[in-house]
């Protein structure tokens, strides 16, 4: 990879500012990095770096060496999302445990839920405002949120598994929603397991949707996830299972502790 050369307005001459663009670049970078990563290995990531051996760079060689970082930064950040993307790809239909991680991979096919004659039926006098001239799929969330309506779970209906097979005896998403159309007459229907929490089929088999649905929960439809309401504003939804997490690990010494969302903190609950 060739590295991206930038001037700055300086003191330097032509010939100076050309050693310090030789010196500072990608191959550069990567030796001091290898050696932050020895030393945070050896002792921790809480200790600073030492780094007696680059104290004598020049203030333009430091922002040469920033920029190095900001560029590697980007490519990592590049390579992540390839790399996960592969992972959905290699992993299509499957689930896989790596240590405490769970990953998931892509629906080899994917269901789509609009039947276009109850969609126009749906929209009714918006319809301009979603067809232009194909199914505006945010177009059509904005009109539900106008009528009070939204990817809110409202019930949980159990359907007994032989109704969803086939005339192979294969499990058809799409036969469980016309049978249950056709027994509430409402069309917007998700299937959902009763044994998958946090991304994971609690007796082995295929997780779907990352969670059982309750009543409040949020189907996401980009994650194709059931998501729990968010129980204190400073949680954060994990991508990997789609559950909630607090800012603080919580204590795991056998002892009851509640979350102080004020404090921000995990408060010990006295059971004596």
């Known amino acids: 990879m060739k590295t991206q050369v930038r001037f700055y307005h300086c003191s330097l001459d032509f010939k100076e500012m050309n050693s310090i663009s030789v010196e500072i670049n990608r191959d550069k970078l990567v030796e001091i990095l290898l ?38 930064t980007k490519d990592a950040r590049a390579l992540k999302r390839w790399t996960d993307d592969r992972i959905r790809g290699v992993l299509t239909n499957k689930v896989m445990r790596f240590g405490e991680r769970v990953f998931r991979g892509r629906n080899a096919s994917k269901l789509v839920p609009y039947d276009s004659d109850k969609i126009i039926e749906f929209l009714g006098d918006d319809w301009k405002k979603a067809v232009r001239p194909a199914f505006r799929v945010t177009a059509i969330k904005a009109i539900a949120e106008e009528r009070g309506l939204n990817s809110k779970v409202i019930e949980v209906q159990s359907v007994v598994n032989e109704v969803l097979h086939d005339s192979n005896g294969v499990e058809q998403e799409n036969i469980g929603i016309d049978f249950l159309t056709k027994l509430t007459g409402w069309a917007i229907w998700k299937q959902t397991s009763y044994n998958t929490y946090g991304g994971v089929h609690l007796l082995g088999g295929t997780p779907l949707r990352k969670n059982h649905a309750g009543i409040g929960f949020k189907y996401d439809e980009d994650r194709d996830a059931f998501i729990s309401p968010k129980p204190f504003p400073s949680w954060i939804l994990n991508e990997d299972s789609c559950l909630w997490e607090a800012p603080v690990v919580k204590p795991d010494d056998g002892n009851y502790y509640n979350w102080n969302e004020e404090t921000q903190q995990w408060d010990f609950v006295d059971n004596s």
């Open 35 to 72: 050696i932050a990563k020895n030393q945070r290995i050896q002792y921790g990531e809480e200790e600073e770096l030492d780094l007696e051996e680059y104290l004598e760079l020049t203030a333009e060689e430091l922002v040469l060496l920033r920029d190095e970082i900001d560029l590697l």
